[in-house]
Structures are given as C-alpha cells and as structure tokens.
C-alpha cells in the first residue's frame, strides 16, 4: 500500500473557483512534507515546503496546510487559472528518502 | 537558477535495444535519482547517487543500470529494452545544504515498440 495517498485521482473546475485536493500519509517521522505542480510533459516544480512542526505554508494563490494529529496535509487554490492545469503530487522526505503520492490532475476550464 | 536538462524529450526504441538516457545538472548537487512515472502510479525511484562513482537501488532497479563518471552527469541505461519500460523517465538533483529539495528535469517519453 501506498504510504501516501492523493485524492481525487482527477478534478475539473471552472475558471475562478476554488479547490483543494487531498493528501493523506502514513510516513512517520518526516522531515518536509511538499506539494509539487507538474505541467504536461515537464518536470514538477515546488510550491511549497512545510516541515513537521508547521500547520500552512502559503505560496500566492496556493495554501498547504499541514494536520500531523490526522496524517493529512491539503493544497488550497483560490481563484483557479487556467495555467493551474496541472497535476499536483504531496511528497513526504525523511532524510532525502523521498515518499511520492501518485497526484491529483487538475482540469480548469474557462 | 538550478537547470537540469535530459538528452531527448521523446525517444522510441525497439525491444532489446540497449538505451542510454541522459541527465546533466549545472548546481554542483551532490545528489541525484533517476524516476519513471506511470499514469495513476506516481514517480517511483529506480536508482539515486551521493557521490561520483557511487549508485544505490531505488524500489523498482530491476532491468536498469546507471553510472555516474562525473558529478553532474547521471546517465540511466536499459540494458536490452523491454515494452514494459515504456514510461516517463525523470532525473532529479538536490544538494544536502537546501533542505533536499529535487529540482527535476523536463522528462524523456520513452516508448519501447
């Protein structure tokens, strides 16, 4: 079993909603938790960092947060753009072992 | 700004060929992995370096090698390709002093006909 887990799998909004989407892990301890963006056909690229201590981290229009009590972390996107279509992947590192989540394609639509 | 380029962004091959992929770094990273990425798997690590010359397995090493003859190269070779090593291949850096953050390359689509 993955030891983390991203949900939805897929998700579809319209231009200017917001959304979230769903991480939740059994990796413990950690040392960073980090949300990745992945255009099509690009490497991913870091949003945001948080370490085990930290409950958000904001990156602009992108809000992680962080619930060590649950295992879950979260990424919030306000006021969607088009250029956010991209799938979204939560990473867990302990010590540059690296954990990936499968991701979560996210579709905006205008 | 930390670049790291793959050889070629799509590249198909026939079953049996021996494939060279490509990764070289320009940030003086100590680190560096090499993933496949698969639809509704995720990224999973096939095989990382801590140093020039040194190689450790990932989760999934079985059918790939690598080598590591300087410290910003990192080269991913299938030794004789299979179909089931069509994938998105992903080479990634980090250095020890920046939290381990991966700055990854643009991908290689590998088909294997």
């Known amino acids: 079993k993955n030891q983390v887990e991203q949900s939805p799998q897929s998700l579809i909004i319209l231009e200017g909603k917001n959304c979230t989407l769903q991480c939740n892990y059994t990796v413990s301890p950690f040392s960073n938790l980090r949300w990745y963006k992945q255009d099509t056909g690009r490497g991913p690229v870091s949003l945001t960092i948080m370490t085990f201590s930290e409950n958000t981290k904001s990156n602009g229009r992108y809000t992680a947060t962080l619930d060590a009590d649950t295992k879950q972390s979260s990424l919030h996107i306000t006021a969607s753009q088009l250029s956010d279509s991209a799938s979204y992947i939560c990473v867990l590192n302990n010590n540059n072992d690296m954990r990936f989540g499968a991701g979560t394609r996210l579709t905006v639509k205008p | 700004d930390v670049k790291v380029t793959q050889s070629s962004r799509y590249l198909v091959k026939r079953t049996g060929e021996k494939v060279f992929l490509e990764c070289v770094q320009d940030m003086d990273h100590e680190n560096m992995f090499w993933y496949r990425q698969d639809p509704g798997l995720g990224l999973r690590l096939i095989y990382f370096s801590y140093d020039v010359k040194m190689k450790e397995k990932g989760d999934i090493p079985e059918g790939y090698s690598v080598s590591r003859e300087k410290k910003e190269r990192f080269s991913l070779i299938l030794e004789s390709a299979s179909t089931n090593q069509t994938s998105m291949y992903l080479c990634?850096?980090?250095?020890?002093?920046?939290?381990?953050?991966?700055?990854f390359g643009p991908g290689t689509r590998l088909t294997v006909t």
């Open positions: 990634a850096s980090s250095s020890d002093s920046h939290s381990y953050e991966q700055y």
